[in-house]
T-cell receptor
Framework: DAKTTQPPSMDCAEGRAANLPCNHSTISGNEYVYWYRQIHSQGPQYIIHGLKNNETNEMASLIITEDRKSSTLILPHATLRDTAVYYCIVRVPREDGNEKLTFGTGTRLTIIP | NAGVTQTPKFQVLKTGQSMTLQCAQDMNHEYMSWYRQDPGMGLRLIHYSVGAGITDQGEVPNGYNVSRSTTEDFPLRLLSAAPSQTSVYFC????????????FGPGTRLTVL
């Protein structure tokens, strides 16, 4: 699975859009981009994923560049409950079950009141 | 749905003791897995199961056993606890292998003295 690079920390004002970048310059054609987050002391929570096209769900939007070497997770109206560590993961969904969700160190997002 | 539940939330063991971490899901998911999370190490896969009666080893299986007698339950057994097994343990499930979304439990924080 391709390696990802994320800034270690970011701040965002409450109510504003939080834009979290992720570089994955070695991504291959069949690898998906996934985003999870982990709120302090809780289990990781799935946010969104995509392959080529931009994606949106009730939690966030995912913007993937045309060359797929980077992506941005957008939380449109950040709240204090969005304070968490956000992980960008690039992987091919395994068909044998032997998942290796390499979360890395992620971006610690702090929402400022 | 309760989702993925784990018990206990906290546990302290002495070296050499054995115990079982419980994991249950009520979403009729076929795939279940156990991870451990250590500071600076991200998540590492211990064991996984692609269905009742089927289990396999992940990245770090030594010192742990699992069984999957029902779709709902996937207990993790520590045979003889060691200080190196001090960690936070997460159970996860998903509808099928290779699927996008894994749902994580709240975790069990284990300390081995």
């Amino acid at each position: 699975d391709a390696k990802t690079t994320q800034p270690p920390s970011m701040d965002c004002a409450e109510g504003r859009a939080a834009n979290l970048p992720c570089n994955h310059s070695t991504i291959s054609g069949n690898e998906y981009v996934y985003w999870y987050r982990q709120i302090h002391s809780q289990g990781p929570q799935y946010i969104i994923h995509g392959l080529k096209n931009n994606e949106t769900n009730e939690m966030a939007s995912l913007i993937i560049t045309e060359d797929r070497k980077s992506s941005t997770l957008i939380l449109p109206h950040a709240t204090l409950r969005d304070t968490a560590v956000y992980y960008c993961i690039v992987r091919v969904p395994r068909e044998d079950g032997n998942e290796k969700l390499t979360f890395g160190t992620g971006t610690r997002l702090t929402i400022i009141p | 749905n309760a989702g993925v539940t784990q018990t206990p939330k906290f546990q302290v063991l002495k070296t050499g003791q054995s115990m079982t971490l419980q994991c249950a899901q009520d979403m009729n998911h076929e795939y279940m897995s156990w991870y451990r999370q250590d500071p600076g190490m991200g998540l590492r896969l211990i064991h996984y199961s692609v269905g009742a009666g089927i289990t396999d080893q992940g990245e770090v299986p030594n010192g742990y056993n699992v069984s999957r007698s029902t779709t709902e339950d996937f207990p993790l057994r520590l045979l003889s606890a060691a200080p190196s097994q001090t960690s936070v343990y997460f159970c996860a499930s998903s509808y099928s292998i290779g699927t996008d979304t894994q749902y994580f439990g709240p975790g069990t924080r284990l300390t081995v003295l």
